[in-house]
Nanobody
Framework: QVQLVESGGGLVQAGDSLRLSCAAS????????MGWFRQAPGKEREFVVY????????YYADSVKGRFTISRDNAANTVSLQMNSLKPEDTAVYYC???????????????????WGQGTQVTVSS
């Protein structure tokens, strides 16, 4: 079992930065692949970024490439999402997810992930 708890969301203005954290328990983040997804009101859940188990493979959605950065702190057992140059269209609930089963679904497919956090709200005003 893996438990994931996100934090760091909030209300910011366009152009500001936020740093989201995902605290994991039950497994070490260095041993699992992790992803961030988001869901805006009335929209489907959307892939944001993936980081492979080794940490070397990192894939970003085109919409956040160059602005968002995923990282992990093995000592704290957390995965973070640094979000810069935020835009109103980044407004959503952000979820971290753990992929422990290494199924056949693609990394951008939410079905690949078997554990999810409860989400943290990010609101970007214009």
């Amino acid at each position: 079992q893996v438990q994931l708890v996100e934090s760091g969301g909030g209300l910011v203005q366009a152009g500001d930065s936020l740093r989201l954290s995902c605290a994991a328990s039950g497994r070490t983040v260095s041993s699992i692949a992790m992803g961030w997804f988001r869901q805006a009101p009335g929209k489907e859940r959307e892939f944001v970024v993936y980081m492979g188990r080794g940490g070397g493979d990192r894939y970003y959605a085109d919409s956040v490439k160059g602005r968002f950065t995923i990282s992990r702190d093995n000592a704290a057992n957390t995965v973070s999402l640094q979000m810069n140059s935020l835009k109103p269209e980044d407004t959503a609930v952000y979820y971290c997810a753990a992929d422990t089963a290494y199924g056949t679904a693609r990394y951008y497919d939410g079905g690949r992930y078997d554990y999810w956090g409860q989400g943290t709200q990010v609101t970007v005003s214009s």
